[in-house]
T-cell receptor
Framework: EDKVVQSPLSLVVHEGDTVTLNCSYEVTNFRSLLWYKQEKKAPTFLFMLTSSGIEKKSGRLSSILDKKELFSILNITATQTGDSAVYLC?????????????FGSGTQLTVLP | NAGVTQTPKFRVLKTGQSMTLLCAQD?????MYWYRQDPGMGLRLIHY?????TTAKGEVPDGYNVSRLKKQNFLLGLESAAPSQTSVYFC????WGTGIDEQFFGPGTRLTVL
């Protein structure tokens, strides 16, 4: 059974702190790993990772994938209250002609002023 | 472009009633998906479609049916609603192409079954 596990489940920090969110996976037919941000509405796309060791960056957010150890991390530096959200990790699996996503349960990040 | 839209946004049903959720996308995407999201459980795939006229089961298909008669629309049906189907339902779509796996999500439908 395909499995995606995120940790921690929740995290409370103060503005300016740096956080690291973890995502480990055990799946067959790995294709890519996606990170999404969800703020009480539809998830919004952050990153797509396919190759090990190549960091993706967008402003204060960055992410990296380790395909040997089967995990990814999402870093957020100099956190702001607007970063408060649930961060979802999803692994894309190839299934015949289809691509399916298996999601982790998410990390609830709360950034206090 | 409206992206992915869902109707209705909210619905309350009584046990045993039926309803259909409509998802529409204007991005000419091949793939469409229906998910449900329950507290603390992330998103779970109900059914998906790889093109017009095709559907397939996901992780939690029981109690749901789907149809994709037109490329831009994907319908999710509940024939006899149960309280266990109380959830937030998200539709998503994605492009069929090399190196592009991002799924675009609709705003969600909050369904309560009494």
């Amino acid at each position: 059974e395909d499995k995606v596990v995120q940790s921690p489940l929740s995290l409370v920090v103060h503005e300016g702190d740096t956080v690291t969110l973890n995502c480990s996976y055990e799946v067959t037919n790995f294709r890519s790993l996606l990170w999404y941000k969800q703020e009480k509405k539809a998830p919004t796309f952050l990153f797509m990772l396919t190759s090990s060791g190549i960091e993706k960056k967008s402003g204060r957010l960055s992410s990296i994938l380790d395909k040997k150890e089967l995990f990814s991390i999402l870093n957020i530096t100099a956190t702001q209250t607007g970063d408060s959200a649930v961060y979802l990790c999803a692994v894309v699996i190839s299934s015949g002609s289809a691509r399916q996503l298996t999601f982790g349960s998410g990390t609830q990040l709360t950034v206090l002023p | 472009n409206a992206g992915v839209t869902q109707t209705p946004k909210f619905r309350v049903l009584k046990t045993g009633q039926s309803m259909t959720l409509l998802c529409a996308q204007d991005m000419n995407h091949e793939y469409m998906y229906w998910y449900r999201q329950d507290p603390g459980m992330g998103l779970r795939l109900i059914h998906y479609s790889v093109g017009e006229g095709t559907t397939a089961k996901g992780e939690v298909p029981d109690g749901y049916n789907v149809s994709r008669l037109k490329k831009q629309n994907f319908l999710l049906g509940l024939e006899s609603a149960a309280p266990s189907q109380t959830s937030v339902y998200f539709c998503a779509s994605s492009y069929w192409g090399t190196g592009i796996d991002e799924q675009f999500f609709g705003p969600g439908t909050r369904l309560t079954v009494l």
